[in-house]
C-alpha cells in the first residue's frame, strides 16, 4: 500500500462533540430540537446534507435560507465552544513521518476552509500536504468526490490507498471510491459499526494506527 | 416481568452531548485535556470514578481538592450549556402510562439532587415515584448499589424487573443486581456495544421502547 487519506475532523483533531453540541444548539435555536445521538450519527457527512437529513426526520421541508441560517450558526457556536483545536493522540506525529519518509497522503474533510485552517496548523500541515475540502467538490461525504479528488491530486491508485476516517460515512464514501478504509474509535463510533461497514482494521486513536502501520502493509 | 427501573441522564433526558462537553472542558480547565469520545464512553459512571478512571489513564493521581474542582466545574458548566432540560421522545409519555396503569417503576441515577430536579420537573416525575440518587448509596454504577436501593423501595424481586439505561455501566451494574436489561441508543452507544454488555433488547429511544413493551412480557 502506497498512500494514505485522512478525514479531518474526529480522525485528526478532536471535534466531534463540539461539533454535536453546536449543531445541536444551533438546530434548536431554529425550533427544531432533536436528539444528540441522532445528530452524532450524522457528523462527517457535509453540512447541507446533514440539515437536510434532520429536517427530514423531523417530517419538515428547509427553506434554503433555514439551511443557510443553521450551518451558520453551526459554525459561530462551534468556534465559540471550542475557540482552540486539539490534535488527537499521535496525529501530529504520525503526519511528520509520513512527510518525512515521503509515504504520500493527503487530508480530504467535509469541512471548508477558512474553517478548518486552525486544525491544519495544529497539525503542522503545511501548503506541501494534499489537502482536498468541500469547497473542492460538487458533492460531500457520503459520495465518493473527495477521496477521488485526493487520489488524483495524489497520483496514485485507489486500490494502493487506505482512507482512514472515524465515521461510518469515511468507510460509505470509501468503499464507493473503492478504496479499503481504516476506523478509528476518536468519533465515538463503536468498533462494530465501523467493522460493519466495510473498515478492514479499526485502531482507537492515530496513535496506535502509527504503532500498526506494518499490519497494514505500509513500509516506512 | 412486573417493574421498570430506569437511568436518567441520556436514557430519559437528552444531556449526555452537553455533559460530554462540559467534563472535557473541566478537565482542560485542569490541565487534563482528554479525547472527547474517552469521555464519552465513561458517562454515567459516578463522577468520582470517572475522574478518577481518567487520572489514570492520563498516569497521573489526582489530589480529592482536584478531584472536587473538576467535578464543581463540571456542574456549572454543564448549567450553562443546558439551561434547560429536554426529555427524550416518549419518555415523558411512557412514565405517564405506567402510572396510570399502576405497573411498579423507578428512576435510579448517578446524578445528585438538586442537579437532577430540572430533569424530574421536565419528566412530570413527583413524590409518588421512587427516585434513588447518587447521595442515597455509597457507591454509584457501575457497582449494583442504586439499582438495588430502588428495587428494595419498590418491593420486587430482582428477577421480575428489569432496568433501561444507555450505557454499557446500566447494563453492567443491572447484571451485578441480577437484573435483565434493556438498552437505549440515546447516550451514543452502537448497538452491538449494549448487546456484548449484556442487554436482552436494545431499542432506539423511549418510544420504541413504549411501543414494544409487548415484547418484554410487560402487560399494561
Redesign the interface.
Known sequence: MRALIFDLDGTLV?T???H??AW?QAL?EAGM?I???R???RIGMSGGLFVRAVARELGRPLEPAEVDFIQTRHGVLFRE?LPER?T??GAFELLDELRAAGLSHGIATSGRRPEIDASLEQLGVGPETVVVDRGIVLRAKPEPDLFLACLDALGVPADECYVVGDAVWDILAARRAHMMSIGL??????E??LT?AGAFRVYR?PLELRESLDELGIDL
Not at 185 to 190: A, D, E, K, P, Q
Request: glycine fraction near 14%; aromatic fraction near 14%; avoid cysteine.
Open positions: 478532536d466531534v462533540y463540539a454535536v453540541f445541536q434548536a430540537p436528539d444528540g445521538w445528530i452524532h450519527r465552544l486539539r488527537l493522540p474509535l476518536t468519533g465515538g463510533y463503536g462494530d459499526e460493519r486513536d
